[in-house]
T-cell receptor, first 114, second 111 residues
Framework: DSGVTQTPKHLITATGQRVTLRCSPR?????VYWYQQSLDQGLQFLIQYYNGEERAKGNILERFSAQQFPDLHSELNLSSLELGDSALYFC?????????????FGPGTRLTVL | GEDVEQSLFLSVREGDSSVINCTYTDSSSTYLYWYKQEPGAGLQLLTYIFSNMDMKQDQRLTVLLNKKDKHLSLRIADTQTGDSAIYFCAESGSSASKIIFGSGTRLSIRP
C-alpha cells in the first residue's frame, strides 16, 4: 500500500460525458502527478501540482483539467469524453516537486468510455 | 525533446538473469529510475541511480549506467516468477519536476 488513494476504482460512462477522478496523496506529500496509461500510448504524464499550484504540464488535452485543493487532494476532470480516453489513470504523490523525486503511485482508476 | 525508450517484451527462464535495457535522450538527466508495475497495481519504485554513478547494486538488482551512450540497464539475478511485471525506466533532471517514463518492458518468466 503506497498511501495514495484514488476513487473510484472503476468508471464506465458514455461518449460526450464528463467525469471527475479523485486522488488523495500520502500524508505530508505536497506534489501530485496525474498519468494516463493506455495500451497504445504507454504511460503519459498529464500534469503536476505542487502545494495547490500547477507546476508542470505534459500531454494533457484541453478537454481535461485538474486542480489541487488546500487539503492537498487533487481532482482530474475529463469532459466531452471520447472512446480513446478509455485508459487507466494514475495519481502519484511525492514529498517535494524537484530533485530526487520518488513518486508513490495510487492503484489507479480504470475509465471505460462506451 | 526528452524521450526514454525500452523494448516492449522480455522472456527469461526461471533462475536465469534478466537484463532490461533503456536509452534516454536528455543529456541533463540527473536521476534515473526503475519502476515496477505488477498486474492490477500502480507503479512502485525499485531503485534509482544518480547520473554521476556507473553502477548500483541492491540485493538481486544491479543497475548499470553508461552516461556517454545514455544507456541504462537493470539486471535481475536469479529471476523468479514473482518478478513477472512491467518494468519502467524513467529519468528526471536536477531541477525538473517531472519524470519522463519509458513505455515499459513486460517481463515474463518461463519454467
Amino acid at each position: 500500500d503506497s498511501g495514495v488513494t484514488q476513487t473510484p476504482k472503476h468508471l464506465i460512462t458514455a461518449t460526450g460525458q464528463r467525469v471527475t477522478l479523485r486522488c488523495s496523496p500520502r500524508s505530508g506529500d505536497l506534489s501530485v502527478y496525474w498519468y494516463q496509461q493506455s495500451l497504445d500510448q504507454g504511460l503519459q504524464f498529464l500534469i503536476q501540482y505542487y502545494n495547490g499550484e500547477e507546476r508542470a504540464k505534459g500531454n494533457i488535452l484541453e478537454r481535461f483539467s485538474a486542480q489541487q485543493f488546500p487539503d492537498l487532494h487533487s481532482e482530474l476532470n475529463l469532459s466531452s469524453l471520447e472512446l480513446g480516453d478509455s485508459a487507466l489513470y494514475f495519481c502519484a504523490s511525492s514529498p517535494s516537486g524537484q530533485g530526487y523525486n520518488e513518486q508513490f503511485f495510487g492503484p489507479g482508476t480504470r475509465l471505460t468510455v462506451l | 525533446g526528452e524521450d526514454v525508450e525500452q523494448s516492449l517484451f522480455l522472456s527469461v527462464r526461471e533462475g536465469d538473469s534478466s537484463v532490461i535495457n533503456c536509452t534516454y535522450t536528455d543529456s541533463s538527466s540527473t536521476y534515473l529510475y526503475w519502476y515496477k508495475q505488477e498486474p492490477g497495481a500502480g507503479l512502485q519504485l525499485l531503485t534509482y541511480i544518480f547520473s554521476n554513478m556507473d553502477m548500483k547494486q541492491d540485493q538481486r538488482l544491479t543497475v548499470l549506467l553508461n552516461k556517454k551512450d545514455k544507456h541504462l540497464s537493470l539486471r535481475i539475478a536469479d529471476t523468479q516468477t514473482g518478478d513477472s511485471a512491467i518494468y519502467f525506466c524513467a529519468e528526471s533532471g536536477s531541477s525538473a519536476s517531472k519524470i519522463i517514463f519509458g513505455s515499459g518492458t513486460r517481463l515474463s518468466i518461463r519454467p
